[in-house]
Each structure stands twice: as C-alpha cells, then as structure tokens.
C-alpha cells in the first residue's frame, strides 16, 4: 500500500509541475506536467525506473526520494510526504507553522465565517475575529493553550458542546492528524513531548493513539454557547492548505436556519473582520 501511495504521490506532482519551473521548455505538450522521461533526467534516474516507481513495483530509498523532491523543485510539505510514504524521516523534521499566502487569503475573504489555520501539530497559527466572536476559546496559561488536540482531551472548553456520534468523530479526526504529524516530523521534540504528555493525562486520547479509529470525514458538528446569542450548532470542515503543511477549519450554519442568523449577528457585533495570528509556547 505504501509503495503504491508514494507511486500516486510522484505521479500527482510530476504532472502538476509546469516545464519552466524547473528550467525546461513548455512547447507544445500533449500531456500535463513532465514526462517521465524528463523527471528521470533531472533526478538522474532512467524513465523506466519513474515508471516502476509511480506503478508501486520499486521501494525508492531515501537519496532516490531526496532527488525527486530537489527535481520538481517540491515543496516542505510535498517533500515531507513523500519521506513518510516510502517510511523515511524528512531531513529536518520540524513541524512548520508559517502562514503562507494561501492560508492567509482563506482568512481574509471569508469574513463572515469563523475560522482558524492550525499547523500539523494541531496548534492554531492564525484565527480571524469571526472565530473570536464566538468567545469560547478562553486563554488559560497553558504551554499548550492553543493546542486543539490538548484542548479537547485535557483542558475541554464549557461552551463547545458536542452529541456522543460528533465527539467520537472529532477525537478521531485530531488523532489522526497527530499520528500523521509525528510519523513526518520525527524530530520534533515539542510535538513527542505534547503526545507524550497527552497520553499520561488523557486516557482516551491513549486508546485511541495505540488503537486508532478510521476518519470516515474530516467533519463535526458543536454547538458553541454564546454569551449573549445562546446555543449556536456549527458544522466545522477541515481543509488540507497544500505547500504549507496547514489545514484551515471552517465553522458553518445550515444556510436560512436560526444559528446562521445568530452566528451573522455575533460576527456583525465583532466590528470590522481581521486576521490574528496566534502565538503559542507548545509544538512547532
């Protein structure tokens, strides 16, 4: 499986890599991307080989995976995955938490609806003052204050409520990306001291860490208690931000009902929307 996922992954980036932005020549081209032809030119390494590597039949060691990623010009987070798909460490293994463009422009056009970037560690890096309007998130002193994972399993917030189903699929979700994120930063003493520190402190969070459930969707439903607008249910969405090693959350009313017209009147009386980057003490 994970040579076949790592062959995806070569495929996927080979074909998204446009001709100039390694040095070669666009010209008229009938397929996306480069040619295998081209990537094994440039990675040094014959066409078939590509080939064998993006059908699954060929483990790549850990110079082959370096020399793919320095051949198309791969991003930290591209780099990063494909060391943990052909089960090696990436060279640094720190967890990155700068907000590049992307992320910021998500922040920035979607005014009227709460959201925040978090890094891989699962420690919110920027918020925007929609997601601050909803004032659940109380700062506590905590190195891991703004820690999502550390705050669901060891420091719940009162105003978050969620059904038994949404919590065992949001605690699912949080593990999952914390496995992930230790498997492609191995080196990351913060973020092993925040897992290491969680599975003292929560026994559920360490039964689900040595026996993970399956994410079916990167979804839940909360309802979030405000001080002066009541119970708000908001569905929050995960999103992937790729080239950066983020995921923005988006928190979202079913369109017409009471909780969107209580959430548009919460986030009108925040004043003029803004971007906060966050900072934070714990992993990253």
């Given at each position: 499986?994970?040579?076949?996922?790592?062959?995806?992954?070569?495929?996927?980036?080979?074909?998204?890599?446009?001709?100039?932005?390694?040095?070669?020549?666009?010209?008229?081209?009938?397929?996306?991307?480069?040619?295998?032809?081209?990537?094994?030119?440039?990675?040094?390494?014959?066409?078939?080989?590509?080939?064998?590597?993006?059908?699954?039949?060929?483990?790549?060691?850990?110079?082959?995976?370096?020399?793919?990623?320095?051949?198309?010009?791969?991003?930290?987070?591209?780099?990063?995955?494909?060391?943990?798909?052909?089960?090696?460490?990436?060279?640094?293994?720190q967890v990155?938490?700068?907000?590049?463009?992307?992320?910021?422009?998500?922040?920035?056009?979607?005014?009227?609806?709460?959201?925040?970037?978090?890094?891989?560690?699962?420690?919110?890096?920027?918020?925007?003052?929609?997601?601050?309007?909803?004032?659940?998130?109380?700062?506590?002193?905590?190195?891991?204050?703004?820690?999502?994972?550390?705050?669901?399993?060891?420091?719940?917030?009162?105003?978050?409520?969620?059904?038994?189903?949404?919590?065992?699929?949001?605690?699912?979700?949080?593990?999952?990306?914390?496995?992930?994120?230790?498997?492609?930063?191995p080196a990351?003493?913060?973020?092993?001291?925040?897992?290491?520190?969680?599975?003292?402190?929560?026994?559920?969070?360490?039964?689900?860490?040595?026996?993970p459930r399956?994410?079916?969707?990167?979804?839940?439903?909360?309802?979030?208690?405000?001080?002066?607008?009541?119970?708000?249910?908001?569905?929050?969405?995960?999103?992937?931000?790729?080239?950066?090693?983020?995921?923005?959350?988006?928190?979202?009313?079913?369109?017409?009902?009471?909780?969107?017209?209580?959430?548009?009147?919460?986030?009108?009386?925040?004043?003029?929307?803004?971007?906060?980057?966050?900072?934070?003490?714990?992993?990253?």
């Open positions: 499986m994970e040579r076949h996922e790592f062959g995806l992954a070569v495929r996927r980036l080979r074909e998204s890599t446009a001709p100039a932005a390694v040095g070669l020549p666009a010209g008229r081209r009938r397929v996306r991307g480069l040619r295998r032809e081209e990537l094994g030119e440039l990675a040094g390494m014959s066409a078939d080989y590509v080939r064998r590597l993006e059908q699954g039949r060929s483990h790549p060691s850990a110079g082959v995976v370096n020399a793919i990623a320095r051949a198309l010009r791969a991003g930290r987070a591209d780099y990063e995955r494909l060391c943990a798909l052909a089960g090696y460490a990436a060279a640094d293994g990155p938490n700068e907000v590049g463009p992307g992320a910021m422009r998500l922040l920035e056009r979607f005014t009227g609806t709460p959201m925040f970037v978090a890094d891989a560690a699962m420690n919110l890096v920027a918020v925007n003052s929609a997601f601050l309007a909803l004032r659940h998130w109380h700062l506590t002193g905590d190195p891991w204050e703004w820690n999502i994972a550390w705050r669901t399993f060891c420091d719940p917030f009162s105003e978050f409520q969620q059904t038994a189903a949404d919590a065992t699929d949001h605690e699912a979700i949080l593990v999952a990306q914390l496995r992930t994120a230790a498997l492609r930063y990351d003493v913060s973020l092993s001291a925040l897992v290491d520190e969680m599975r003292s402190r929560s026994r559920a969070f360490d039964t689900l860490w040595r026996t399956p994410v079916a969707a990167y979804e839940s439903s909360a309802a979030f208690t405000h001080p002066d607008a009541g119970a708000i249910t908001l569905v929050g969405s995960l999103l992937a931000v790729p080239g950066d090693d983020l995921a923005a959350l988006m928190l979202t009313a079913a369109p017409g009902s009471a909780d969107a017209a209580r959430l548009a009147e919460i986030v009108g009386d925040a004043g003029e929307p803004d971007v906060i980057r966050v900072g934070q003490s714990g992993p990253g």
